[in-house]
């Protein structure tokens, strides 16, 4: 009777086996692309965020700059209205000396420098009141980029740690890249609604 052809099923078991292992690992590894992908976008988010929020300051503090600039004009006019104001007094006090009567416009003069000065000191102070208020505004927003910068940080570290666990199919390092990413997102969401 002729042999009948040997299956060697132990071939076979063995490949079937590797095909398993290997259809699991494909499974982690989808599992760890994808939220690899996601961690990565929500990074992109949060950069964009981050990058927007530190350029409204930079605009808030070069405003606030500006504004010092005219506050600090305002000061130099306000002492120039101080200077003619002790000139007309000094002129006053040399008619005075001399025995005359000074014309009635130097009180005139004196009193618009005086009125002046306090009309420029009322400008200057409200620049710095503005100047005060936009640097604290940009304060703010600086703290702000920050948590968007710090979150960008953690989900970078994630992504990168997911990349480990994908090259090495080590199931604990990608928990701590989720972890770790999940952080960053929530530091993300409190950071936007804040």
Known sequence: ??????????????????????????????????????????????????????????????????????????????????????????????WLAAGKQPPATHDAEQARYAKEQQDIKQAAEGKERERDAKSADADRLLERHHGFANAVALMQVAIALGAVAALTRVRPIWYGSVTIGAVGVIMFGLTLVR
């Open 1 to 94: 009777m002729p042999e009948e052809p040997e299956v060697e099923t132990e071939r076979v078991r063995e490949g079937i086996a590797d095909r398993l292992e290997h259809g699991g690992a494909d499974r982690l590894l989808r599992v760890i692309a994808l939220s690899t992908a996601l961690l990565a976008a929500c990074a992109a988010l949060a950069a964009l965020q981050s990058g927007a929020t530190v350029n409204h300051a930079l605009v808030l503090k070069a405003e606030a700059t500006r504004l010092q600039a005219e506050a600090s004009d305002q000061w130099a006019y306000y002492q120039a209205k101080g200077i003619k104001a002790a000139i007309q007094d000094a002129s006053r006090t040399a």
